[in-house]
Nanobody, 123 residues
Framework: VQLQASGGGLVQAGGSLRLSCVASGRTFSSYSMGWFRQAPGKEREFVGT????????YLADFVKGRFTIARDNAKNTVYLQMNAVKPEDTAVYYCAARPSTAWNPRSLTYDYWGRGTQVTVSS
């Protein structure tokens, strides 16, 4: 599975951004997906995850109420809708896929990673 994330950019605090991640291959619905981020000088951290159907999601506490994760299996795409962004959301955002139908917040369970897209939030 190859993953390509896009949609990053510069946004003002309080604004919105939608990240997309397109997966190659025909078995996208066999994978649960996750979003992670890494800020300069910090370790990669979990942001959100979604099961194979999109019917179940789990988000990190620091984005609950602001971010949502969704997927469109017909388009082999997973989304991260970011609302009410804060300067501390500035990071490179990565999408990842794991060969399981159930979501999981642990990065070590993901086998495939995209190259990341930069999100910068100005104050």
């Amino acid at each position: 599975v190859q993953l390509q994330a896009s949609g990053g950019g510069l946004v003002q605090a309080g604004g919105s951004l939608r990240l997309s991640c397109v997966a190659s291959g025909r078995t996208f619905s066999s994978y649960s997906m996750g979003w992670f981020r890494q800020a300069p000088g910090k370790e990669r951290e979990f942001v959100g995850t979604i099961n194979w159907s999109g019917g179940s999601t789990y988000l990190a506490d620091f984005v609950k109420g602001r971010f949502t994760i969704a997927r469109d299996n017909a388009k082999n795409t997973v989304y991260l809708q970011m609302n009410a962004v804060k300067p501390e959301d500035t990071a490179v955002y990565y999408c990842a896929a794991r060969p399981s139908t159930a979501w999981n917040p642990r990065s070590l369970t993901y086998d495939y990673w995209g190259r990341g897209t930069q999100v910068t939030v100005s104050s």
